[in-house]
Every structure is written in structure tokens, then in C-alpha cells.
């Protein structure tokens, strides 16, 4: 039996561990599937290094280099072709490219015995998957089985969000609102049943998150009403082909969603353990106890979104304030948006725990009546 | 009135009438943590200090104020601040060696056009920011699991003395199966959240799969996620073998200075 298992276990990774090694090689050979040529570079020569000084006397170090490639798609494969690549130290909006980098080229000149061109961009696609499969690797190491079920939730989650923004983008008058409203019931439904199991203590925990959810976003619309979204720059939102607002708001419903699950689950499932543990327990004490599972979990929770929003401003607020831009400018600039996100995730998160122990509670009581 | 405002002070509100004391302490702390990344940043901008050790140093104070903080002083949370230490250095590494060769600093050519008064020659190494975004991004969520497991395992060892360390090990790795799905998830949809504008900006412009994958703006935000995913789902293990070690070894610790 135990061998058995082990022979399992033992084909198992090594399947993984071959499905990792044959997707990494695939991404790395698969110029054929582009059209735009690709090039790997094989030398680089630096012609010239410049100090620069800027308006805001910040130095930096300039760099020309010359770049040939050897073309790896298409009419000219195999062929040399010959690029010139500006860089600088800081790397902003540049890049220093090295032997063997893979990046797309613009053919200009296929006349005479060497193509010249223009670099387009890196080649990052094998960059995505190694890191895919550095996150696939530890999930499943220390996850197991309830790894494996978080990467299947994960995955049809991300293909259901797909087909739904082409369904918006493709259609005419879709509202994203309804759209995404529908997005966070099926979210919510699939990865708790997938989670924890089709039984009374997922139902609650889908209504309580279901309600967390919609609550806070409820909140937020208020806010920005009675504000007339004063504070508020959606300018921020550089990417934006539709209405900001209608956007922001949606985004803010799919953020909180996580989070709201999270302690959704968190709280009923420990109520669920306890009335196992006693069922005579009464349901004063329930509460109790379930009031302080929340107050531990609130504040590292909203943390997390904290973290998770305001960081990705970073590289932005720097490259303002090394600009010249004034310290109050920069930040209502860049960071309004994320920090509402991150304040409306945690007024849902905070919502979530009176609604879980409720909705928990009610379903606990029901259960106890029809014995 | 200001939309931040009038959603802090709502926050505020609900967490101390939730929360109690806890509550007031869970919102100060989130307070004190935006004011100790402003600092981090502004001090990004002098060329002389290293952003990573900036952010190393930024990273410790933030745990201080997540664990004790909000958690007070005690044997479970030096545990989950020494578990919280140990991935943050390993995260680094990991992070530093692949984003080094991926180039996805800087900003993406569609982030570049919208801001062409900018000089971006500004003398800081934006290779280094980059590794100091994602770790920022995964503290929040360290520090949170990091506490789960260490006051869990300190419970079940408190009921149960006899256990030993391996023992005591796999049920702090069971505690963490059933965290893993949801701190997945939480991560998960905040950054798609946050990426939504995203998302529907390159349908609509119609960028083809080669196109998205390769850009700068999807790619940093995909290995951002994934990084972030690992380095949440990796203190799972440190945390529980290091509560299993110190709590076997400290037993009279285990549970005291608890004031609850």
C-alpha cells in the first residue's frame, strides 16, 4: 500500500517536473508562432557613454551600443542584422540588451550582406512561465491537493473573467457593472464550492460574502456621490479606452471580492468547528467567539490589500518626484485611486465578519431546529 | 468632503465599534505603514542609498508594526516575525536573479507616451525598484499568514503538550492548506481589481496573445502576481517548521504573556 502510494506520488512530480521542463523549452523556441521577426542577440558593442545632466541637475549615464542579431522567424531566418540600442544606468524606459536576449526587431534594410533594423521590445514571454511555474511548484508543494484545487480555481476564474471582457468589449451597450456583477456571484460560488465542499457551511459562506461584498461597494458608491468624487483622479488611470468611473467602480467590487471570501470562510468555518466540537454550545457564545476571530483577522487582512495596491505606484511616484513634482501633487496623483481601493476592500473586510458570524449563526440555529 | 476622508473615517468607524480596542489599533497601524512607505520612497529618490536595503529596513518596521503591534509582543508573533524575516530574504534572492534578466523595469512604451514632459534620465536604478515593488507588495500578506500559523500551532500544542516537533509540524502544514487557498485569492483578485482598466484597454486597442505577453505593463504585472503568490504561499512552511522548533524547545514560553 505504502509503495503503491509512492510510486503514485513519485510519477506525479515527475509529470509535473516534465511538463515544466517541456513548456519552459517550448516558450523558448517559439519564435514560429509570431509574425513580427525575432532576433537573438549574439554581440554587442558599446560606440559611446555620455553623462547626462537634467534640468533637475539628476545625473545619469547614457550608453549607445551596437547590437547584432541573428534573425530566428520568418523570410530572413538565420540572417544577421544590425541594430543600434541606446540605454541608461537608470533603466526607466531603456534596456541594455546582452548575449542571448531574444527581442523583436523591425526589418528596415534587407539590402547587402547585412540587415539593419530597429529594436521593437524584449522577448518576455519565457520570463512569464518560469515565474508561472515557480508559483504552480510551491503552491503545489506545500498545498497538495488543496493547492492543486486553489491552481484549478485560480485558472477558471482567470478564463471566465476573459470570455466576460470579450463579451463587454465586443458588445454593444454591455454594462460592466452587470457584467461584473455577475463575475464576483460566479467567483464566489465556484472557488467555495471548489474550496471547502457543497454543504450548509458553504452556503453561508458564499451569502456572507456575496453580502460583504456588494455591501461595501454600496458604501463606496455612496461616498463618491455625496463627495462628487472630490479627490479622486481618474486621469490616473492611464489604460482607459471607457468611462472611468463605471470602470473604477467595477474594479472595486472585483478587489474586495478576495478579500471578503477570505474572512467569509475564515469565521464560518471555525463557528461550524466549534458547534462540532460542542454541539450544546450556546449561540450567544457563538458570536463571541466569532467576533473574536474577526478582531484578530481585520487588521492583517486589510494589510494585505494595503501592501498589494499602494506598491505597484512606486516606480511611478519616484519617477514624479525626481521631476520636480511637489510631494502632494505626486501622491494625490498616483496613489488616490489605490488607496481607495485598499479603504473599500477593508470596509469590506471589516463588514464581512458581523454578516459571516449572522448569516453563520442563522444557518446553525435552522440546522439545530429540524433535529 | 474628500472621498478618502469620508471612506478612512468609515473605516475607522466600523473597526472600532467591530474591532473594540484591536479595532483602533488595526486602523492606526494601517496609518503608520503608509507613512513609513512615504518615507521609504522619498528616500528612494537619494542616489546614494540602496532601495533594496531601504526597503529590507522598511519591510522589518512594517512587521514590527503588523505583529506587535497589532498582535502585542509575545511568543507567536517573534515566532511569525522570524519566519517573516527569514522569506523576506529568500524571496529577494529568488526575485533578484529572475526579474534581473526578464526586463520588466521601468515602464511599459503605452506608460511613456502619456508622460513625454518627463525626463527619464533620473539616476535611480529602476532594475532595484522593480525587486523593491514586488517585496512591498507580498509583506502585507507575510505578515498575515506568518501570525495564522504561529497562533494556530500555538494553540493546538497548547492543548495537546505531547506532541512533538514533527507532529506538531504537519498540523501547522494542515493550518496552512486551508490558508493557502484563500490568501491565493485574495491576492488574486485585488491585483485583477486593480488591473481591470488593464485588461479591457488591451482588448480594446486589440493587441493580439503575443502582443500582451511580451509587453512590458502585462508582463511585470503577471510575474508581480506570481511573486507575490510564492512569497505568500512560502512563509507557510517556514513559519510552521519554525513554531514546531521553538515552541518544542521553549515550551514554558507557549501561551504565556497572553493577555487575552
Redesign the interface.
Known amino acids: 500500500m505504502n509503495i503503491k502510494w509512492k510510486n503514485k506520488t513519485f510519477i506525479t512530480y515527475g509529470l509535473i517536473l516534465l511538463s515544466m521542463v517541456l513548456s519552459i523549452l517550448f516558450v523558448q523556441n517559439n519564435f514560429y508562432l509570431y509574425d513580427k521577426p525575432i532576433a537573438e542577440v549574439i554581440e554587442t558593442t558599446v560606440t559611446d557613454e555620455e553623462e547626462t545632466v537634467d534640468s533637475l541637475s539628476n545625473t545619469d549615464q547614457v550608453i549607445d551600443q551596437t547590437v547584432i542579431g541573428e534573425i530566428k522567424n520568418g523570410d530572413h531566418k538565420g540572417q544577421r542584422i544590425l541594430m543600434e540600442n541606446q540605454y541608461s544606468e537608470s533603466g526607466a524606459a531603456d534596456h541594455e540588451y546582452q548575449m542571448g536576449d531574444k527581442i523583436f526587431v523591425s526589418i528596415q534594410n534587407d539590402e547587402g550582406t547585412h540587415l539593419t533594423g530597429n529594436i521593437e521590445g524584449a522577448k518576455r514571454d519565457t520570463f512569464i512561465v518560469v515565474a508561472a511555474w515557480l508559483f504552480i511548484v510551491t503552491v503545489l508543494w506545500v498545498g497538495k491537493k488543496s493547492g492543486l484545487y486553489s491552481l484549478i480555481s485560480l485558472v477558471v476564474n482567470v478564463l471566465v473573467l476573459m470570455l466576460a471582457m470579450n463579451y463587454y468589449t465586443e458588445g454593444e451597450d454591455v454594462n460592466l457593472f452587470w457584467i461584473c456583477s455577475g463575475l464576483v456571484l460566479f467567483f464566489t460560488v465556484f472557488s467555495l464550492l471548489l474550496v471547502s465542499g457543497n454543504n450548509k457551511k458553504t452556503h453561508a459562506a458564499i451569502l456572507a460574502t456575496v453580502a460583504g461584498t456588494f455591501s461595501s461597494l454600496l458604501i463606496a458608491y455612496a461616498v463618491i456621490k455625496l463627495t462628487a468624487g472630490e479627490g479622486l483622479r481618474y486621469e490616473e488611470m492611464a489604460f482607459i479606452t471607457r468611462n472611468p468611473q463605471s470602470v473604477f467602480l467595477a474594479s472595486l467590487l472585483v478587489g474586495s471580492l478576495g478579500a471578503a471570501m477570505d474572512i467569509a470562510i475564515t469565521i464560518t468555518s471555525s463557528l461550524y468547528e466549534l458547534t462540532e466540537k460542542n454541539q450544546a454550545i450556546a449561540l450567544k457564545d457563538l458570536k463571541t467567539s466569532g467576533r473574536e476571530i474577526g478582531k484578530d483577522i481585520m487588521g492583517t487582512m486589510s494589510n494585505v490589500l494595503f501592501f498589494a495596491y499602494v506598491s505597484g505606484s512606486i516606480p511611478m511616484i519616484l519617477l514624479y518626484l525626481k521631476n520636480g513634482m511637489a510631494v502632494n501633487y505626486t501622491l494625490s496623483m498616483n496613489l488616490s485611486l489605490e488607496l481607495t481601493r485598499a479603504l473599500v476592500g477593508s470596509i469590506g473586510i471589516v463588514l464581512t465578519i458581523p454578516i459571516s458570524i449572522y448569516t453563520a449563526i442563522y444557518f446553525i440555529r435552522k440546522g439545530r431546529v429540524i433535529k | ?8 473615517l ?2 475607522f468607524v ?2 472600532k465599534v ?3 480596542e ?2 483602533t ?2 486602523f492606526l ?2 496609518f503608520f ?2 507613512g513609513i ?2 518615507v521609504t ?2 528616500l ?2 537619494d ?1 546614494a542609498i540602496n532601495p533594496i536595503l531601504l526597503t529590507i529596513i522598511a519591510c522589518i518596521l ?1 512587521s514590527c508594526i ?1 505583529l506587535f503591534y ?2 502585542q509582543f509575545n511568543f507567536k508573533s517573534l515566532t511569525a516575525f522570524v519566519s517573516t524575516i527569514l522569506t523576506l530574504i529568500l524571496l529577494i534572492f ?1 526575485v533578484f536573479v ?1 526579474v534581473e ?7 511599459g ?4 507616451e ?2 513625454l514632459s ?10 532595484d ?2 525587486i ?3 517585496i ?6 507575510i ?2 499568514t506568518a ?2 500559523i504561529s ?1 494556530a500551532m500555538n494553540e493546538i500544542y497548547f492543548h495537546n503538550p505531547t506532541l512533538d516537533r514533527y507532529q506538531l509540524f504537519k498540523s501547522g ?1 494542515t493550518v ?3 490558508i ?15 488591473y ?10 486589440g493587441y493580439s496573445l ?1 502582443e500582451v ?5 502585462f ?1 511585470s504585472e ?3 502576481i ?5 512569497g505568500a ?2 512563509i ?2 517556514i513559519t510552521a517548521w519554525l513554531s514546531a522548533y521553538s515552541m518544542v524547545k521553549y515550551k514554558d514560553k507557549v501561551r504565556s504573556g497572553e493577555a487575552e
Not at chain 2, 101 to 107: D, H, N, V
Not at chain 2, 180 to 194: D, H, K
Open positions: 468632503m474628500n472621498v478618502l476622508i469620508l471612506l478612512a468609515i473605516l466600523l473597526m467591530i474591532g473594540g484591536k479595532g489599533r488595526s497601524a494601517l505603514n503608509f512607505m512615504l520612497i522619498i528612494m529618490t542616489q512594517i503588523n497589532i498582535n529568488a529572475l534578466k526578464s526586463k520588466i523595469q521601468g515602464f512604451i503605452e506608460e511613456i502619456e508622460l518627463f525626463s527619464f534620465y533620473v539616476g535611480i536604478d529602476f532594475g525598484i522593480i523593491c515593488t514586488i512591498m507588495g507580498t509583506i502585507g500578506a505578515t498575515d501570525i495564522s497562533s502544514m496552512g492548506k486551508d493557502l487557498g484563500t490568501t491565493t485569492n485574495t491576492l488574486f483578485f485585488a491585483f485583477i481589481g486593480g481591470l482598466a488593464l485588461i479591457i484597454w488591451f482588448k480594446d486597442l503575443g505577453l511580451n509587453s512590458k505593463v508582463a503577471a510575474m508581480s506570481f511573486y507575490t503568490g510564492t504561499i512560502l507557510i512552511p
